[in-house]
Nanobody, 122 residues
Framework: QVQLVASGGGLVQPGGSLRLSCAAS????????MGWYRQAPGKERELVGG???????NYADSVKGRFTISRDNAKNTVFLQMNSLKPEDTAVYYC????????????????WGQGTQVTVSS
């Protein structure tokens, strides 16, 4: 089995910063795409952004220029640096990873972390 554990959420004032981490563990051969999603109360889960194994990133328009995604392939960990936070960034943040468990012929399986709460409020 593969587990993703997210951490780093909390309460921050508008304009502040937070850094989320998500570490994958278990039987892992390789990880392709790693992504961050968020879900605010009463809203659909939305993609924040993601990063490929080679380091290419993409972001939702709402976070471009404020959020940065990076990863440490040796530690199977993805990071989300969030700057200039706004109240509308308040949500539960989830990470996911597309994992090959055995070798390059293994199917890609998507795993999800448990979510970490980010609250932006004065």
């Amino acid at each position: 089995q593969v587990q993703l554990v997210a951490s780093g959420g909390g309460l921050v004032q508008p304009g502040g910063s937070l850094r989320l981490s998500c570490a994958a563990s278990g039987r892992i051969f390789s990880i392709n795409f790693m992504g961050w999603y968020r879900q605010a109360p009463g809203k659909e889960r939305e993609l924040v952004g993601g990063i490929t194994s080679s380091g290419s990133t993409n972001y939702a328009d709402s976070v471009k220029g404020r959020f940065t995604i990076s990863r440490d392939n040796a530690k199977n960990t993805v990071f989300l640096q969030m700057n200039s936070l706004k109240p509308e960034d308040t949500a539960v943040y989830y990470c996911n990873a597309d994992v090959r468990r055995i070798d390059n012929f293994s199917p890609l399986v998507k795993y999800w972390g448990q979510g970490t709460q980010v609250t932006v409020s004065s």
